[in-house]
């Protein structure tokens, strides 16, 4: 077992044993806190002084060897979605990643680097950098002597005040297919709200997205680059008591939107070649009072 102490940072970088017995990072800055677990490299926690925090953690979630954490940001690699006798959004969010480097950068910000031990045909790392804004960035390298066809997706869960309260922007004109009714559609002008179960991939969009959260006086930005498909999920009520691992009413609390290349947006890479996706996470007051 390699001694992750060496990797800690005082009053910056702490490991120790989260819910399930899990090696956690916990990681402070003058502006911020964040949590990420060594199982999936998951962020499960990211909170800027002051605010509530940004992602939505699922109190009925599991942290056990081989199943998904329910919050935050779950990696989805290398496929997107269910496969026969397969782990579900693939199997990089449920294997255990190594922490390989951890630094302090100017200004006061904490980065975090992980690779995911596996087989080829792939070489996979992940950068976590926590400081006013949450980034992180995954790189997939093809180590292998063909080319190589993946998805990825950073399926982000947000925390929010109240799921009829926000509204999310950014998307319009954007190619959505309706994974509920099967149905193509361009998105309009207006703002996507919700009212039931909403499952939407959008496909060839490169543009940042808002949640707009007027209670809580809250703009939250997803800023990408290597990403070309968003998906925008609420489970809402039947579908959240179909989920073990997601309490009845937490559907009113978070809303997921998921950053990556999936579907029509796969991801292929010749021999040697490597692709980066990533996501920077900001947020800012609706309104500065007076
Ligand atoms: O991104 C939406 C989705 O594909 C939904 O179909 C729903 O299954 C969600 O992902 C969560 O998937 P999971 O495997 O984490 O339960």
Redesign the pocket.
Known sequence: MIDLHKYEIPGHVSLTVGQGGLPKILIETASSSAEVYLHGAHVTHFQKKGEPPLLFMSAASDFAAGK?I?GGV?LVFPW??GREGLP??GFARIESWQLTATSLLPHGAVCLHFSLPTPEPYKVEWIVTVAETLSMELIVTNIADKEVTFETCL?TYFQISEIDAISITGLSGANGLN?LTGCDFVEGVSPIRFIAET?IVYSNTTAFVEIIDPPWNRKTRIATSGSNST?V?N?WIE?SQR?PDFGDGEYLQMV?V?SGNIATNSVTLPPSAGASLKVELSSEALRHEP
């Open positions: 998904p329910r779950p997107f979605g579900a959004h399926h994974k499952e998906v999920w489970p579908k989920m997921c998921e």
